[in-house]
């Protein structure tokens, strides 16, 4: 399981997010999850595309609001694209079967992970997304 070291990033626009969702991906392990927190509109699915397409995923990749989980295995490592907005708890994500995916050799993505942290490992990667001041911009911590 990779250790990602505590980093708060200032991002500027949407060109920075894809540089940090290409160089997470090339640091990800079978196994990884990546928890996403932050609200609407504060770039989880925009970091989900650019981390898919870091890991070559050759599908487009689209929200997985009403599927909770799409799959995608074009890329180097098999990759879980979770949006558990209506769930309430991790309760309900391990009633879908979500243990076979986040204990399994592929790499989860989770938006609006908060709702789930209840059943998410202690190794998971915890990226919060929040708005900057300025238009386009981005803080993102990472621990
Ligand atoms: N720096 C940035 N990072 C990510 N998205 C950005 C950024 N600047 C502007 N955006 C825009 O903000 C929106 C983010 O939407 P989305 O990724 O769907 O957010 P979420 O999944 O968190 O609701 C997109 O329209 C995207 O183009
Ligand atoms: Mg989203």
Redesign the pocket.
Known sequence: MRQFSERRIS????D??RELGLELAAALEPGDIIAMV??????????SKYIAEGLGVTEALS?PTFNIVKEYRSGRLPLFHFDVYRLSSGDDLVDIGAEDYLYGDGVCLI?WADIVADILPEETIVIR?EYGEN????EVTIC
């Open positions: 991002i500027k626009g949407v920075e997010m932050g609200n609407l509109g504060t770039g989880k699915t925009t970091l929200s938006e997304l238009e386009g911009a981005r």
